[in-house]
């Protein structure tokens, strides 16, 4: 699994581990809720590092979480 894979697999899982739906998650992170589905789906592969930190902070994660293999 490349780490484009592990980045949108590892967001739906956090997001899915929190009881957050897509519209929820892109609101928390102050993102648009089409540039969640694009980095969800593997449709946007270089989500910029600003993007990836409102994910991660919105998740209660570090970076390093959203872009490793997921183990949990």
Not at 37 to 54: D, F, H, L, Q
Request: proline share 1%.
């Amino acid at each position: 699994m490349n780490a484009t894979n592990n980045i949108s697999t590892n967001i739906k899982k956090f997001r899915l581990k929190m009881g957050l739906s897509q519209d929820k998650l892109s609101k928390k992170a102050d993102i648009t809720y089409n540039t969640l589905i694009k980095i969800e789906s593997g449709a946007n592969k270089n989500p910029t590092i600003e993007t990836m930190s409102r994910i991660a902070k919105a998740l209660d994660v570090k970076v390093d979480d959203l872009i490793e293999k997921y183990e949990g």
